[in-house]
């Protein structure tokens, strides 16, 4: 494409792609629908109506016209056939004035309204636009930035696209924006987007092949020496931008293996303490210009999350959180899989490593819930993080509701050691239910415990080199560590059918941030937070057994909350979909 001014259309995208694509009969290069939807529209004279083609019906029916066709050719074409047919020359003036309406469109001046100057970066052209266009759905700055790449590289958008489907095969799903800005971070060195304006098209493609080599090697090194193998519990994404520039600058590569383990200690405590939760683009900014010098680049990341905490040691109390959204659920599930859990059925080795692909981990309560609810603990003690352990499947279904006081026992006289292994304390008055608080006291201490050795010998280069099994990215699914609980699929269903009612996608475990403070108030489990009509209803959020501690937050926050599957479809059923229907 020649150089040249480029404008961008920010409002009627949907609408001037329709008639582009009806009027070419192909759909523009940027399109990722069905491209038959251009090409087979037709249009009745009689009744007036718009359908697709359909040739049971339609099949040596005059009165069905392709509009696209009618686009094509012109109106005169069309009204000769009409006064020559006999069936529709009774109606033929009444016809081809119909078809002439429709011709006409494409001679329709419509009234623009530019957003010009060099002053005006993406920045502010977002902010303009959101404010203008605020009942609907919001434009992001990832959005006009991707459009401005696509006016010189119309397939980048498919590119983007490709990379995102092959990463969600294999269990990490990404969105558009965080890949985009992987490449703009490494391309430019620069968080915000506008610093893409004046490169060229050959080099942000040239960035994204690089940016896919270097993730995909960042989660085969997350996986492998962290066990961290699906996106429910690999965490702090924004991190990737920043370890991508780091990568790009060691030449695509980390040889040594201590300088790896303080890359992923730093990523372990930005999951661990939220580091990219607020005010992105500007924390992104500070740690790119913190790896500028390579070789102290590193420290000075670790110094910064040291002034900003004050200290990276984890404390017992660091692990009170409740349900599977937690922060410190993945630091647990990591333990799991790098400090030799056994499993205590077998006695077989939990590290990722041994459990390989056709095997997976799934949670346990090792107080069943349905005793603990009996007993009366309330919920958000019930699905205390401390709580929790993983397990091999049949040893998990072995085990079941059955009594702590009984089956730990068993365990540990039938497989010395797999108890511990789990960070369990070995008194066994703590497994009895009137003791659970304590129970739960004293696992925190040992979880602790365990972290604050493992990020040590991770920062000192201590942890063994792990014995390689070949890429996380090999196959579709099926990675050993997806956790298969009743509550999980229920989760992942509801999503889907929201998606199969051609409405957006929801958003798993979404943190609800103080935008003041960045401290973490909830994690949803499943949420819309730009409301399943995007712009025009309110966040939605489905919560399944949690304490109102959470809901209490979610609802301060503009959230309308569905505690149960059945109830958050009656909504989108009556609510959602009545709503697009009465507007066809």
Partial sequence: MPPGNVKLLLDGQQRVTSLYGIIRGNPPPFFEGNANTFSDLYFNMETQTFEFYGPVRMHDNPRWISVTALMQRGIGQFNREIYRNETLEPMADEYTDRLNRIYTIMDIDL????????????????????????????LTKGDLALAKICAEWPDARAELSRRLEKWKSVGFAFKLEWLLRCVNCLVTGEALFSALADVEWADISNGLRKSEKHIDYLLNLISSRLGLDHDRVLGSVYSFPIMVRYVEQRGG?????????RLLFWYIHTLLWGRYSGSTETILNQDLQAIVEINEGLDRLTETLRRNRGDLRIDPQDFDGATKGARFYPLLYMLTRVHHAKDWCSGLDLSNHLLGKLNSLQMHHIFPKSKLYEYGYERNEVNALANFTFLTQECNIEVSNKNPEDYLKHFASSQPGVIESHWIPMDP?????????????????????????????LIRGNVQETVSTGSVLDGAGGLGGVISEAEEQLLIETNIWVIDQGLPEGELSHELINEYTGELLAVLDLAWPDGIQEGFSQPVALLIDENTGIEKFASQAGFRIYTDQESLKHYVNQEILAIDEAAD
Avoid at 120 to 137: A, E, L, M
Avoid at 438 to 452: D, P, Y
């Fill in 111 to 138: 009234h623009i309204d530019e957003v010009t100057g060099e002053d005006k970066t993406v920045d502010i052209v977002v902010d303009i636009f959101n404010r203008v266009n605020s009942g609907g759905t919001k």
């Fill in 253 to 261: 590569q980390i040889t040594d293996h201590k300088e790896r383990d």
């Fill in 429 to 457: 008055e703590l497994w009895k239910l009137e003791n659970y608080r304590r129970f739960l006291s004293e696992r925190r201490k040992l979880l602790a415990q365990a972290a604050n050795e493992f990020l040590d010998d």
